[in-house]
Nanobody
Framework: QVVVEESGGGSAQAGGSLTLACHASGYSGNFNWMAWFRQAPGKGREGVAACWTNGGGTTYYADSVKGRFTISKDNAKNTILLRMDALKSKDTAIYYC??????????WGQGTQVTVSS
């Protein structure tokens, strides 16, 4: 069974930084893509950042986080990081990791809370 697990959430002051990690275990292959989504209180889930493992490692960032967040692949297999700098109160949300590919479909973690106080 493939399990996607996030870690690294917590609290930070506005302007501060946090790094989230996502590890997908139980799968011997490589996912085609891994991504971060978030859901703020009372709002729908939105895409934050994504990276594709094929084609040179293409990345995507939502306009709201460009220049502040960085998605990267960790040396550990099927692990990605999300470095969040210059945090704002509007970044407060539950952050979810999603991994996917043809063989597995889309898989989701349980989420990790990020709270930014001003």
């Amino acid at each position: 069974q493939v399990v996607v697990e996030e870690s690294g959430g917590g609290s930070a002051q506005a302007g501060g930084s946090l790094t989230l990690a996502c590890h997908a275990s139980g799968y011997s292959g490589n996912f085609n893509w891994m991504a971060w989504f978030r859901q703020a209180p009372g709002k729908g889930r939105e895409g934050v950042a994504a990276c594709w493992t094929n084609g040179g490692g293409t990345t995507y960032y939502a306009d709201s986080v460009k220049g502040r967040f960085t998605i990267s692949k960790d040396n550990a297999k099927n692990t990605i990081l999300l470095r969040m700098d210059a945090l704002k109160s509007k970044d407060t949300a539950i952050y979810y990791c999603s991994s996917g590919g043809i063989a597995t479909g889309s898989l989701w973690g349980q989420g990790t809370q990020v709270t930014v106080s001003s």
